[in-house]
């Protein structure tokens, strides 16, 4: 089971703001790593080092980190941000471990 | 251009070994740290295995410890993983990919994935 929680389902108006959000106690000692898939495709690197965009990412995805809780915010989301979305850390061996995945719907 | 193709996917039988394979080009593959993520179709993502630029540092998710086996071959711009003794529970689209760091850090770019199907 994922030692990262994440809420299965959430929805954003059109050019409104959303946050998803990722929970665990590894959060408190490494950074989450936030990943998009869309149906059909492998996932793609959001944002990392808990607020870094690799140069294909917008910067209407950011990225903030408080206690356990890491987030990942869409500012004026699009259509074309409707995907699922996976926070990763690490679990208490170290080694990589991924949340259980926030589907993203744009209305 | 970064590429990773993966190729050795397919239908195999429960108990036996397969071996896939990534062939990395667009990039200084000895330079960077590579993985293996998989997913059950419809299903979350789960981290199977990483080594370092040198192979001398290796991981693997515990589902996978004693069957599972990653390697790299940096003259061939190549990683692998061998797997043996293959469950059902371990058929899924397996990803190649590449980190940002030369030790396992962060998956920066992924293949487009080899799916690999367990079934008698």
């Known amino acids: 089971s994922s030692e990262l929680t994440q809420d299965p389902a959430v929805s954003v108006a059109l050019g409104q703001t959303v946050r998803i959000t990722c929970q665990g106690d590894s959060l408190r000692s490494y950074y989450a790593t936030w990943y998009q898939q869309k149906p059909g495709q492998a996932p793609v690197l959001v944002v990392y080092d808990r607020n870094v965009r690799p140069s294909w990412i917008p910067d209407r995805f950011s990225g903030s980190s408080s206690g356990n809780t890491a987030s990942l915010t869409i500012t004026g989301a699009q259509a074309e941000d409707e995907a699922d979305y996976y926070c990763n850390s690490r679990d208490r061996s170290g080694n990589h471990v991924f949340g259980t995945g926030t589907k993203v719907s744009v209305l | 251009e970064v590429q990773l193709v993966e190729s050795g996917g397919g239908l195999v039988q429960p108990g036996r070994s397969l071996r896939i394979s990534c062939a990395a080009s667009g990039f200084s593959f000895d330079d960077y740290a590579m993985h293996w993520v998989r997913q059950v179709p419809g299903k979350g993502l789960e981290w199977v295995s990483g080594?370092?630029?040198?192979?001398?540092?290796?991981g693997y998710a515990d589902s996978v410890k004693g069957r599972f086996t990653i390697s790299r071959d940096n003259a061939k711009n190549s990683l692998y993983l061998q797997m043996k003794g293959l469950r059902a529970e371990d058929m899924a689209m397996y990803y190649c990919i590449k980190d940002v760091s030369n030790n396992p850090y962060v998956f920066e770019i992924w293949g487009q994935g080899t799916m690999v199907i367990v079934s008698s």
């Open positions: 080594i370092n630029w040198n192979s001398g540092n290796i």
